[in-house]
């Protein structure tokens, strides 16, 4: 069988500087910039292998970057939302998160005449409403959260959480969750950044971790959705750009893998699985209410 394989790349360009590290250095800004430059790269090697994937694009970079936001859309490639400018939602009001939401989408119909279906949070960072502005917005998944590896699930809205009581599951929404992981992230495990992330990995390790878990997709979780989560000013490097090349090889080679968008795996997923249907079949992500353990009564 055939493993679904979602090529996503994160084009943040200056904005996770900007955003997500609040710095005004201009050479920790450039770095966004060759974000940019391998753009071009990344979409002429995805040319040559006939691959869609997604690119998920923060408001921020469609409007610096507007040529480069129409081509992903002009060559067939899937264009998911990505906040406005890498902010984290969780600093901002309720209004203000709603409002990163427009922005990002204005900026993105203004760049390319597309409106995303998909959503990515900048960072992963949720605020404990995003869930429900996104079901708001009509967005058709999401792919931020790490409940799961290759499998999707439902979003919940609702979940009640302290550092004292019992997890409190809330209902699960009608929003398909495409999970992620740091692991399958070029991020941390390539990046330098002082004092927070020490990345600098040698292709081979990365080369070696990702084969892996694509390995076991495909031999135990055929049906799920194997992601990497790349960034162009990451990625684009000369040895990281080889290495990617020859993952692809390795992914479709026999018919292992085939190349998809997030979009395409989760409307297809969606329709598979209505909700109800998956609701009363996962005892686990759906956490019914039925299936929790209560503590025996104590009396004093
Ligand atoms: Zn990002």
């Excluded at 049906?223 to 990451?234: C, L």
Aim: aromatic content about 12%; hydrophobic content about 40%; proline content about 5%.
């Amino acid at each position: 069988m055939s493993l679904a394989c979602g090529l996503t790349f994160d084009f943040d360009a200056a904005s996770v500087w900007l955003g997500s590290y609040q710095s005004r250095n201009p050479s920790m800004i450039s770095r966004g910039e060759f974000g940019a430059v391998a753009m071009s790269r990344i979409l002429d090697l995805l040319r040559k292998y006939e691959i869609a994937a997604s690119f998920c694009v923060p408001g921020h970079t469609a409007l610096s970057y507007p040529d480069l936001v129409r081509r992903i859309a002009d060559e067939g490639h899937e264009i998911v939302h990505h906040g406005w400018v890498h902010e984290n939602p969780a600093d901002f009001s309720e209004q203000d998160e709603r409002r990163n939401i427009e922005r990002g989408l204005e900026a993105i119909f203004a760049a390319a005449q597309v409106v995303p279906k998909g959503y990515r949070s900048p960072s992963w960072d949720f605020s404990e409403r995003t869930i429900g502005i996104l079901k708001d917005f009509g967005f058709a998944y999401d792919s931020s959260l790490m409940g799961s590896d290759f499998t999707p699930y439902y979003a919940r809205q609702g979940d009640v959480f302290d550092d004292v009581n019992p997890f409190i599951f809330g209902e699960n929404i009608d929003l398909v969750e495409l999970p992620v992981s740091w692991l399958m992230d070029d991020f941390p495990h390539f990046e330098f950044v002082e004092n927070d992330t020490y990345g600098l990995s040698a292709p081979s390790k990365v080369e070696e971790i990702w084969k892996g878990e694509f390995d076991y997709a495909h031999q135990h979780v055929c049906d799920g959705i194997f992601s990497i989560t790349m960034h162009p000013q990451v990625i684009g490097r000369g040895h990281r750009m080889l290495m990617l090349e020859r993952l692809i090889q390795y992914f479709s080679a026999d018919g292992k893998a085939h190349f998809t968008t997030l979009i395409d795996y989760a409307e297809a997923w969606r329709a598979a699985h209505p909700l109800d249907v998956w609701v009363r079949s996962n005892a686990v992500q759906a956490q019914h209410a039925s299936g929790r353990a209560t503590l025996p009564h104590q009396s004093t």
